[in-house]
């Protein structure tokens, strides 16, 4: 055999045995797990939980912790929106949690499953939408190949502990394949989503293994109402909530096995967060969070979410970090890795690949992170993190919480303006604005500027 049939035969032999890890030319597969309504320290490591969470723990070890990540709007649909098109609610008007059958988010802004489908990425949506369950504004719509679970959130349902006559209207729907399998989910139904979304994820990966590919999986846990499989019924000890979280912590590791297995683990980037914090008003049927109030408010207690982001040799393992980074940066962050143009419509979120791999010296491109509530600008976090400025707004906060799946009692206050340091006071207790007159300006002229550009000049 002469030389060049040598060479040839080498390089056959180096590309069976490497298989899908020899496509280099490829963008990482990514993978994100966006859990709903999770608290922050719902967890191990990032709270001390009376239950077990070894799978998140695992992935903690073999990834980087971020402990300052944020969302734009503690709600569903805003929330969501912002991490599929990298906009903020003010741009794509997307606010609070849509009912159904409405309009959502506008098919002018690109979602992430349609930026990367350009660089031949196969898509999948696996759990709960939440932008849109009109033609035209599905999953399959919106650039995912794959799409089962539901359409908006499982509490809109003729068995809604607040207004049942309404959300009795809408039949809780179940979609698979772009056709409705289950006309109006039963409560015993709602048992199997978290595995339903799991097995899907788990064979999307082993179909696709020889590509890239995008795999979300949006659970609709733990969003009251709370359900788990007859398998981890009372397996925690402590509640049906720790059931519920020792299910999803299941599922991490169900999604995990997986990409061992099939050989793609060492080129996937895999996110785990939640879409906001807790949902307090339901007590024993929610999660925890050290931080001031929760869902649905601009405090950190429903803006900050746990975060772990794992890929092997590229983000150091078992390491924590500080740096502030917000939803809307992943789009772009995956866009580059992957060789992606960046959607046509403007969007809002940052390349912060240095952040997210810890390189020395990364500083966040952001001036700031606008908050927000349904319609109403609420202020911002400058990019590094420190320092967050709310100005005056109503928020509501938590009196009697509720048990059993009820919903507990709420009171509304007000903020007036306010600035927070929140490296020295991260629960947002000390107003220091007269201290800190420098910071103040800077802060009020950035969110003057920002309300005035999104939000008109009311």
Not at 28 to 55: C, M, Q, R
Not at 247 to 275: C, N, P, R, Y
Not at 425 to 432: G, I, M, S
Request: charged share 25%; glycine share 10%; hydrophobic share 35%.
């Amino acid at each position: 055999m002469n030389r060049s049939l040598c060479l040839l035969a080498a390089f056959i032999l180096v590309a069976v045995c490497a298989g899908p890890a020899l496509a280099l030319d490829r963008g990482p597969n990514v993978v994100i797990v966006f859990l709903d309504d999770s608290g922050w320290a719902d967890f191990k490591p990032f709270g001390e939980t009376k239950y077990e969470t070894p799978h998140v723990e695992q992935l903690a070890k073999e990834g980087c912790r971020f402990n300052n990540f944020y969302v734009p709007q503690a709600v569903c649909s805003a929330s969501r929106s912002a991490l599929m098109t990298a906009c903020y609610p003010g741009r794509t008007k997307v606010r609070g949690a849509h009912p159904p059958r409405r309009g959502c988010l506008s098919t002018k802004f690109a979602t992430m499953a349609e930026v990367l489908k350009t660089k031949g990425y196969a898509t999948a949506c696996f759990g709960k939408w939440h932008l849109g369950d009109v033609p035209g504004q599905r999953p399959l719509d919106r650039g995912f190949d794959e799409n089962c679970g539901l359409m908006y959130s499982n509490d809109m349902w003729r068995h809604h502990p607040g207004n049942p006559k309404f959300w009795g209207r809408f039949p809780l729907q179940y979609w698979d394949g772009g056709k409705i399998t289950i006309e109006d989910v039963t409560a015993d139904q709602q048992k199997n989503l978290t595995t339903w979304y799991t097995e899907h994820a788990v064979d999307f990966i082993k179909r696709n293994k020889e590509k890239p590919f995008l795999l979300y999986v949006p659970h609709s846990m733990p969003h009251v109402p709370i359900f788990c499989s007859k398998k981890f019924e009372g397996k925690s000890g402590v509640g049906l909530y720790g059931d519920v979280m020792m299910e999803l912590d299941w599922s991490v590791g169900q999604i995990q096995k997986a990409l061992k297995e099939s050989g793609v683990e060492k080129e996937t980037i895999f996110v785990f967060t939640s879409d906001n914090g807790p949902w307090v008003s339901y007590g024993d049927h929610a999660g925890s969070t050290p931080y001031r109030e929760a869902k649905a408010t601009g405090f950190d207690g429903g803006i900050r979410s746990a975060c772990i982001i794992k890929y092997p040799g590229k983000i150091e393992a078992g390491t924590a970090s500080t740096q502030a980074f917000c939803s809307i940066d992943l789009l772009p962050t995956f866009a580059k890795l992957a060789g992606a143009e960046l959607p046509k419509n403007e969007i809002d979120g940052k390349d912060v690949w240095p952040i997210i791999t810890g390189t020395k010296g990364a500083k966040n491109p952001h001036a700031y992170y606008p908050f927000s509530k349904g319609g109403t600008f609420e202020g911002i976090i400058s990019g590094d993190g420190r320092w967050k400025l709310h100005l005056p707004h109503g928020y509501r906060t938590l009196v009697t919480p509720g048990k059993d799946g009820k919903p507990g009692r709420y009171a509304n206050k007000r903020i007036e303006l306010s600035l927070f340091d929140l490296a020295a006071d991260p629960q947002e207790k000390k107003n220091v604005l007269a201290d800190n007159p420098e910071v103040a300006k800077r802060m009020q002229k950035l969110a003057e500027e920002h309300k005035k550009k999104f939000y008109g000049k009311r």
